[in-house]
């Protein structure tokens, strides 16, 4: 199967959402909204994406968001979570949040329903790089609930589709029933991006790959000088990625991580996301993968 054909227009206004300045580490940082629930859908199961709308008018006009950016969720007398932002950000009304249930604050999410409160510190961390990806082939990699950080950026690109050349999304899950997302694939493809998936295990109705997400470059015609990967997904199968975009001749100037660990203070005071001479937090989590390369190598980082 080979990618399909690069589309050819004018150039369009740039519709783009800037990044909007990072937090400043200090009470910033600390500052809250109340959201409310106002739709909730499970993806999978276990894993739903909640939209939340601000209760104060005012931060619901101010705030804005870059794919690839983060809030922190937080349930009171329960606890605060990291979760990427996966709605359009052109679409103001409410913020997008998919969530797989692992844990205090992810099992409690998954307890309230639409009408219920969270509470939200926000938006966190680095974009992935949509300006320097422009005019380039992009290659976007992910991994189980890893294309809940990308959605908002295939979403953005969709949105100004004509400064991007070939778009293809590769995606694996562990088996057909945890593909997040499946009823948006062929608006996607529509929308002129290579959708290609791949399971670990199928099951009986599951005619498509079977293998691991890198084994989806086989069949890709890549155009390596000129394209810009992004990646994410469990740390090994990002490392697998970046090999595999290695050997296929993607510099790894143009090869992008996002790193989902731990956090607590998302404010770079409490080292609990600290990872070599980087905190995930505020330098990540979207980072070079020259920037990260020495240290994904080594094990229990
Ligand atoms: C930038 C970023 C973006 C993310 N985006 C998403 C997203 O879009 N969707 C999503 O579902 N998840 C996302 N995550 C992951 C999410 O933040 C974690 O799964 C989080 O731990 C869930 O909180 P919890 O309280 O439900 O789980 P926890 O109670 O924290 O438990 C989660 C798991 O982590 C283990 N764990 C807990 N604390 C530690 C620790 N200190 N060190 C090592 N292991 C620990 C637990 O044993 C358990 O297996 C993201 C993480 C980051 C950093
Ligand atoms: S989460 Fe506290 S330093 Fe990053």
């Avoid at 959402?17 to 739709?39: K, N, Q, S």
């Avoid at 005619?207 to 890709?220: N, S």
Wanted: aromatic share 8%.
């Amino acid at each position: 199967m080979t990618a399909p054909p690069r589309i050819e227009s004018p150039p369009r206004p740039c519709i783009h959402t800037p990044a909007p300045e990072p937090l400043a580490v200090g009470r910033d940082a600390w500052h809250h909204h109340v959201t409310r629930i106002v739709a909730a859908r499970d993806e999978v199961a276990g894993v739903r994406t909640y939209d939340l709308a601000f209760r104060d008018p005012a931060a619901a006009a101010s705030y804005t968001f870059a794919p690839g950016q983060f809030n922190m969720l937080y349930l009171p007398g329960i606890g605060e979570a990291a979760i990427s932002i996966s709605s359009d950000p052109l679409k103001r009304a409410s913020v997008g949040h998919t969530v797989k249930a692992v844990g205090n604050v992810t099992h409690a999410l998954e307890r309230l329903g639409v009408g219920d409160e969270v509470v939200l510190r926000g938006p966190f961390g680095t974009a992935w790089p949509l300006d320097e990806l422009q005019g380039r082939d992009v290659l976007i990699v992910t991994g189980g609930v890893g294309l809940a950080s990308v959605r908002a950026a295939i979403l953005q690109i969709i949105a100004a589709r004509h400064d991007y050349g070939r778009v293809s999304v590769l995606f694996g899950a562990k088996t057909p029933a945890g593909l997040i997302y499946a009823s948006e694939y062929d608006a996607w493809r529509a929308a002129g991006i290579d959708v290609r998936l791949t399971v670990d295990e199928a099951d009986g109705d599951w005619t498509g790959r079977v293998g691991l997400v890198t084994a989806l470059f086989d069949d890709l015609d890549l155009d390596a000088a000129a394209t810009g990967l992004t990646c994410c997904g469990p740390e090994p199968m990002m490392l697998a990625v970046v090999r595999r975009a290695s050997a296929a001749g993607i510099p790894s100037a143009a090869m992008y991580v996002s790193m989902e660990r731990n956090m607590s203070c998302a404010a770079r005071l409490c080292g609990l996301c600290q990872f070599g001479p980087e905190f995930i937090c505020r330098d990540g989590p979207v980072f070079s993968y020259d920037r990260l390369a020495k240290f994904l190598d080594i094990k229990h980082l």
